[in-house]
Structures are given as structure tokens and as C-alpha cells.
Nanobody, 127 residues
């Protein structure tokens, strides 16, 4: 059974940090393009960060560049999103996703390119 299970969402103060985790089962994360996406109320789902292939080419949204870091642990079949210097505008439901073995780099941040999705985890940044 193919499944992605997320954890790590929470309420955090501005300037704080969180690490989101996404554990995969039923397939190997290291063989696929992976991504983190988020959706705020009333807005479309947007790409936050992605790794487009097994060689580890990484992309970040301009709004999170330098603050967020995507990674994956092939031994644990888990992907992560380290989020630092969080701001209220980062408040959203965050989703992990896995796609085909390789995505064109320019397509890596497009939600429709992904086959498998986690259930979402809420991140709220507020004082």
C-alpha cells in the first residue's frame, strides 16, 4: 500500500523553527522526485521546495529560499522540511508529495506533476 504520512506541524512564534517529516511506505522515496507544498486558506496550493531526481537537484520558492531546507533519508525512507525564521505568512497546511522517478527541473514545483500525497499537517505561525 502506497502511503505518505506527515508529522511535525505545530503552532510556533514568529522567528521560530519547525521540522516536518514525511514517512513513505509501499515505494522508495529515493527513486522519485519529491516535494513539499503548502496551501493557505483561500489560496491555491503552491510549491515550497522539491528534489527533482535521484541526483538531488533542489529548488526552493523565492519566499522560503535561505530559510527552509528539504532533505531525504533513504535509509529511513523519509523526507524532511526544516523551516527556520518562520513568519506569519508561512501559515498553511503543508503537504509532502512523491512523483515519477525524474521530473524536469522546471516542473518540479508544480503540484499536478505528483502522484502521491500526504494528508497534510498544519503549521501556524503566530504570537
Amino acid at each position: 500500500q502506497v502511503q505518505l504520512v506527515e508529522s511535525g506541524g505545530d503552532l510556533v512564534q514568529p522567528g521560530g523553527s519547525l521540522r516536518l517529516s514525511c514517512a513513505a511506505s509501499g515505494f522508495t522515496l529515493g527513486d522519485r522526485a519529491i516535494g513539499w507544498f503548502r496551501q493557505a486558506p483561500g489560496k491555491e496550493r503552491e510549491g515550497v521546495s522539491c528534489i527533482s531526481d535521484s541526483y538531488g537537484r533542489v529548488s526552493y520558492a523565492d519566499s522560503v529560499e535561505g530559510r527552509f531546507t528539504i532533505s531525504r533519508d533513504n535509509a529511513d525512507n523519509t523526507m524532511y522540511l526544516q523551516m527556520n525564521s518562520l513568519q506569519p505568512e508561512d501559515t498553511a497546511v503543508y503537504y509532502c508529495a512523491a512523483g515519477p522517478p525524474r521530473l524536469l527541473f522546471r516542473l518540479c514545483m508544480i503540484p499536478s506533476q505528483y502522484n502521491y500525497w500526504g494528508q497534510g499537517t498544519q503549521v501556524t505561525v503566530s504570537s
